[in-house]
């Protein structure tokens, strides 16, 4: 394998089995192994176990390909943009549930910790306010709390479906989104403010904080260094 099929396959490795057996229980050498290398590999690509947690974050994490939506020509057609992002951030969710299971089994470890699972919230957070606020011209209170609103919907739908199977039979997530995004789509339309009106909105320096120190590689790249 080449150095970057070699970490990717650690990665794949380390996330199957930390959201198994959490962070504490599961050894680089147990890891090492399952990806087919040795230990001295597994640390000569990622230096520490916690960097190795850490990387399967930021290497899984929602990449910039799911923003394609919010390109300055979808400002014509919000609606359709915002419904984009909701399912493909869904299926972000269906698609690395390890993720979701290893956050959930390891906040006490978290705590403290550079894992980039605010990182990654904040970033859809400010993406998605911007975004409305530059769309519907509404202020940027209402459009951080319009997105901070979508983000916990998305995932409320997420968790009941998949992780406490909350409804029996499962609703239709995909028609619950649908739904959820077009009253809000419809609510900022009626409340739509002339430009002038409306202070202009600023997520920049929030974004600049909340954004990764160090560019990681992306599922969606595949690159590594």
């Known amino acids: 394998m080449s150095q970057n099929e070699t970490a990717v396959s650690i990665l794949h490795a ?7 057996k959490g962070f504490s229980n599961i050894s680089t050498r147990r890891i090492a192994k399952k990806a087919g290398v040795n230990e001295v590999t597994l640390f000569r690509h990622f230096g520490t176990k ?3 947690y850490e990387s399967v974050f930021e290497f899984f994490g929602m990449t910039s390909g799911a923003y394609a939506s919010f390109s300055r020509d979808s400002a014509s057609r919000p609606e359709e943009a915002l419904l984009e ?13 390890p993720l979701v299971r290893m956050e959930l089994r390891e906040q006490s470890f978290l705590e ?3 894992i980039p699972v605010p990182i990654i919230a904040n970033r859809n957070k400010n993406i998605l306010a ?9 202020p ?14 998305i995932w409320g739908i997420y968790m009941a479906n998949h992780i406490v199977c909350a409804f029996s039979p499962e609703p239709d997530s995909d028609a619950c989104i649908t739904a959820f995004v077009q009253a809000l789509a419809d609510s900022l339309a009626r409340h739509r403010a002339t430009p002038e009106a409306v202070p202009t909105a600023d997520f920049s320096d929030r974004a600049s904080v909340d954004s990764p120190t160090t560019a990681l590689p992306t599922a969606a790249t595949g690159g590594l260094r």
């Open 112 to 114: 403290g910790k550079t």
């Open 50 to 52: 916690t960097a190795l």
């Open 14 to 20: 380390a996330r199957d089995l930390f959201a198994e």
């Open 130 to 138: 911007e975004y409305i606020a530059r769309s519907y011209g509404v």
């Open 85 to 97: 992002f909701s399912l493909s951030l869904y299926s972000f969710f269906r698609n690395n549930e």
């Open 140 to 153: 940027s209170a209402e459009a951080e709390a319009t997105a901070v609103s979508l983000l916990c919907s």
